[in-house]
């Protein structure tokens, strides 16, 4: 083979080794920084236990639910819903905003 296919098939591997170095680095700081802000969260919800909110879900889900926020484990929240107070677990990676609402006058 010649020189010029030879610098050129290791032009393609360098540019492919550099691309992957790079995508591995910024999951590891995509990893870092949804942990920093994975404690703010929390601490925030924690704050809403107890009261009736909105939970507006993402990732293809879509939707939201409505109901009490009892427990915040690790990475979980759990809403009791509706009137027959079920209860459902959410995961908070897919938690898009929570929004408290205003308690009904009787």
């Given at each position: 083979m010649s020189p010029a296919v030879w610098i050129a098939l290791l032009a393609v591997f360098l540019i492919l080794f550099a691309g992957?170095?790079?995508a591995r680095n910024l999951r590891r700081r995509d990893r870092r920084r949804r942990k920093e802000s994975r404690v703010s969260m929390n601490e925030?919800?924690?704050?809403l236990l107890g009261k009736r909110c909105v939970?507006?879900?993402d990732g293809g889900f879509g939707g939201s639910?409505?109901?009490v926020?009892?427990?915040l484990e690790d990475n979980w929240l759990s809403v009791r819903?509706?009137?027959s107070g079920a209860l459902e677990l959410v995961n908070l990676d897919?938690?898009?905003r929570i929004q408290e609402l205003p308690e009904k006058k009787k």
């Amino acid at each position: 083979m010649s020189p010029a296919v030879w610098i050129a098939l290791l032009a393609v591997f360098l540019i492919l080794f550099a691309g992957r170095r790079r995508a591995r680095n910024l999951r590891r700081r995509d990893r870092r920084r949804r942990k920093e802000s994975r404690v703010s969260m929390n601490e925030m919800i924690r704050q809403l236990l107890g009261k009736r909110c909105v939970v507006c879900l993402d990732g293809g889900f879509g939707g939201s639910l409505t109901g009490v926020l009892e427990a915040l484990e690790d990475n979980w929240l759990s809403v009791r819903t509706g009137k027959s107070g079920a209860l459902e677990l959410v995961n908070l990676d897919y938690v898009n905003r929570i929004q408290e609402l205003p308690e009904k006058k009787k």
